[in-house]
């Protein structure tokens, strides 16, 4: 399990208190209120998420009738030095239990906004970092038609404690590139055999690619 291995200084106390904070979410399709389907997709590390749903677009024109939204990481950054392209991230090692719970409660405060009918299908997408943030949110009791978990790791603590999801799921998909060299198959493997363990209705898949996320890949899934 992640942790930072580095103590604070002596003497000095690490205190914490909330504060109000915007968060950011975008949009592609019809509206959420008028779509038969909507495509919740979580970004990875570093991402931005406009540019994550650009590779997503060729979906629209294959899936009728669907919308596809996707909510920020808290955290935004300069990818490279100080200036220029910026993404986001859900969450660091540091204080990442409190980074969990505040992620948590701005997913389902940004769910709760959204003007979703109870008729509508969801599929809940999380790709690299992505995974693990829509991970929790499920364990969290997060209700979705179908999940995939596309080139991450699963949140580590399912290992130790085996969560319960919301029964709406139906299907889950794990999806890897064969030459990704950050999501190794090992760990694609270790995935599969926790699924089983919990008996949850799965497929596991490869393709011929990277650590890269395509409409192509997803189409028949969602």
Sequence with gaps: MCSIDYPL????NSKSFEVKQTARWFHLGQQPSDCGKILIALHGYGQHP??????LKPLLDSIENLCIVAPEGLSRFYIQGTDGRVGASWMTCDDRVQDIKDHLYYLNSWWDSIEVTSETEITLLGFSQGVATAGRW??????SDKVIFHSGSIPAEWHDDAPSFNTRIN??????????NIYLEDTHKATATLF????????SLS????????????KDLI
């Design 138 to 143: 499920l364990a969290d009791g997060f209700g």
């Design 9 to 12: 200084p002596k003497e000095i």
């Design 171 to 180: 299907k889950w998909t794990i999806l890897r590139g064969d030459s990704d």
């Design 196 to 203: 089983e363990t919990l008996s949850l209705n799965f497929e």
């Design 50 to 55: 406009a540019y994550m749903m650009e590779s």
């Design 207 to 218: 393709f011929d690619g990277s650590h890269k996320m395509t409409a192509q890949h997803l």
